[in-house]
Nanobody, 122 residues
Framework: QVQLVESGGGLVQAGRSLRLSCVAS??????MGWFRQAPGKEREFIAA????????YVGDGGEGRFTISIDSAKMTMYLQMNSLQPEDTAVYYC?????????????????WGQGTQITVIP
């Protein structure tokens, strides 16, 4: 059974940075990613990374300010978020797949963490 545990969320002022972490355990995944869900909105794809090749794909939700990375030996994924804005306020979720296929839709991901809240104040 796969477990994904996020950490690093919190309250931050606009313009500051945060780094989220997600530790995977239980089974080796091939691909991991980040989504976020703001109040009243659908879950939005941010970025994904292959644990096999290191290849990344960043969606519109993370373009320009967010960087995804992985420490495969530690089965830990990171999301570096810079210049945070109030519209980045959301619950951020770690997700994973058994295969190495990039997807941007929530329904394509099998494994999910509980989420970590990020609140950005002006």
């Amino acid at each position: 059974q796969v477990q994904l545990v996020e950490s690093g969320g919190g309250l931050v002022q606009a313009g500051r940075s945060l780094r989220l972490s997600c530790v995977a355990s239980g089974r080796t995944l091939s691909l991991m990613g980040w989504f976020r869900q703001a109040p009243g909105k659908e879950r939005e794809f941010i970025a994904a990374i292959s644990l096999l090749t290191g290849a990344t794909y960043v969606g519109d939700g993370g373009e320009g300010r967010f960087t995804i990375s992985i420490d495969s030996a530690k089965m830990t994924m990171y999301l570096q978020m810079n210049s945070l804005q109030p519209e980045d306020t959301a619950v951020y979720y770690c997700t994973g797949r058994d295969d190495n296929v990039f997807h941007v839709l929530e329904r394509e991901y099998k494994y999910w963490g509980q989420g970590t809240q990020i609140t950005v104040i002006p």
